[in-house]
T-cell receptor, first 113, second 116 residues
């Protein structure tokens, strides 16, 4: 079956530090890959997506590249801000009968001033 | 922008009560989903619906049922609430059109349900 593994948190960084959150996946076929962000007390928001190999998704300074050869979709940001503090979820959709998302367990990021 | 609205942000109920969680989306999406989110367990799919009156069980349907009588509304029902159903519940919707699996799900803000 499908699975998503993302790095355990929590991750604590200082403002302006470089961020990487690792995500690897197992899936049949050619999945679409997503990063969602959940700010405290809120639901999940789509951060970025990539739908085929070598695609790069980007939004709000975050980037992730769909690497089929390593089955990875690592999230990166060059300079984090306090406002980026949130939980980040990697997810995939490989189709099938219900188009359900398979999520990683989430990574809590705390950015200190 | 897609708007998914969950009727309550916080809800407190008692063991054995029948509980209704409501979700409404404004984008004419065919697919709707109910998840629960628990620390250390991530998001788990309870039920989803392809379209009006269509539903399928997700990974953890026990103790829950759903109703989708209108396209914009998807209700989650706890038939007889128990303390182990205390959780954050998230509703989501997506279009079934376009490029299939590339369509993201759009989430509501969640309902934090406590069963006493």
């Amino acid at each position: 079956g499908n699975s998503v593994t993302q790095m355990e948190g929590p991750v604590t960084l200082s403002e302006e530090a470089f961020l990487t959150i690792n995500c690897t996946y197992t899936a049949t076929g050619y999945p679409s890959l997503f990063w969602y962000v959940q700010y405290p007390g809120e639901g999940l928001q789509l951060l970025l997506k990539a739908t085929k190999a070598d695609d790069k998704g980007s939004n709000k300074g975050f980037e992730a590249t769909y690497r089929k050869e390593t089955t990875s979709f690592h999230l990166e940001k060059g300079s984090v801000q306090v406002s980026d503090s949130a939980v980040y979820f990697c997810a995939l959709n490989s189709g099938g009968s219900n188009y359900k998302l398979t999520f990683g367990k989430g990574t809590l990021l705390t950015v200190n001033p | 922008d897609v708007k998914v609205t969950q009727s309550s942000r916080y809800l407190v109920k008692r063991t054995g009560e029948k509980v209704f969680l409501e979700c409404v989306q404004d984008m004419d999406h065919e697919n709707m989903f109910w998840y629960r989110q628990d620390p250390g367990l991530g998001l788990r799919l309870i039920y989803f619906s392809y379209d009006v009156k269509m539903k399928e069980k997700g990974d953890i349907p026990e103790g829950y049922s759903v109703s989708r009588e209108k396209k914009e509304r998807f209700s989650l029902i706890l038939e007889s609430a128990s303390t182990n159903q205390t959780s954050m519940y998230l509703c989501a919707s997506r279009t079934a059109g376009g490029q299939g699996i590339s369509q993201p799900q759009h989430f509501g803000d969640g309902t934090r349900l406590s069963i006493l």
